[in-house]
Antibody, heavy 117, light 107 residues
């Protein structure tokens, strides 16, 4: 069974930093690109970032470019998202999502990030 | 960026009824479209990929069609478990984009 366990969310002040993690099991983590997708409270889905199988590429949404950094450690089957200079509109549940030719086949359970003073 | 326009944003339907949700892309995405179902407090669940392929374990009452810029998700006979929010998603190119969602409510 594939499991994606996201962690690291919490309450942070505007301008602060947070690092999310997503631990994967039940699949060959190193063979697939992985994404972060977020959802603000009561809103729709927004793609945030993707990283290639072997850290060979990374892309970001314009809204987070220059502030967020995606990374992965295939030896630990773990995905990360370093979030700096957080803004109130970054408040959302952040999902890690395994990419395949079918879109997103596996989603994590999400971790809530709240940016507020 | 490829814009995804989903309609309607909300629909009310009865158990046993037929439901159709439309998604339009701002440019051709061939068949690189997926549909997801999301229930409150839960992660989305993949229903349909490459526009018309049914994900394993998804009931056959769900179907997808379309290519290019116009896509449809159909639920042939709505069941109580189907009341949820549905999203389309283009994965032809980054940045990936999603439709704004369609909430299916009980009539």
């Amino acid at each position: 069974e594939v499991q994606l366990l996201a962690s690291g969310g919490g309450l942070v002040q505007p301008g602060g930093s947070l690092k999310l993690s997503c631990a994967a099991s039940g699949l060959t983590f190193s063979s697939q690109p992985v994404n972060w997708v977020r959802q603000a409270p009561g809103k729709g889905l927004e793609w945030v970032s993707v990283i290639g199988e072997s850290n060979n590429y990374a892309f970001y949404a314009e809204s987070v470019k220059g502030r967020f950094t995606i990374s992965r450690d295939n030896s630990k089957n773990t995905l990360y998202l370093q979030m700096n200079n957080l803004r109130v509109d970054d408040t959302a549940t952040y999902y890690c999502a395994i990419q395949s030719w079918a879109g997103i086949g596996y989603w994590g359970q999400g971790t809530l990030v709240t940016v507020s003073s | 960026d490829i814009q995804m326009t989903q309609s309607p944003s909300t629909l009310s339907a009865s158990v046993g009824g037929r439901v159709t949700i439309t998604c339009r892309a701002s440019q051709s995405i061939s068949s690189w479209l997926a549909w997801y179902q999301q229930k409150p407090g839960k992660a989305p669940r993949l229903l349909i990929y490459v526009a018309s392929s049914l994900e394993s374990g998804v009931p056959s009452r769900f179907s997808g069609s379309g290519s290019g810029t116009e896509f449809t998700l159909t639920i042939s006979s709505l069941q109580p478990d189907d009341f949820a929010t549905y999203y389309c998603h283009q994965y032809l190119a980054y940045p990936w984009t999603f439709g704004q969602g369609t909430k299916v409510e009980i009539k």
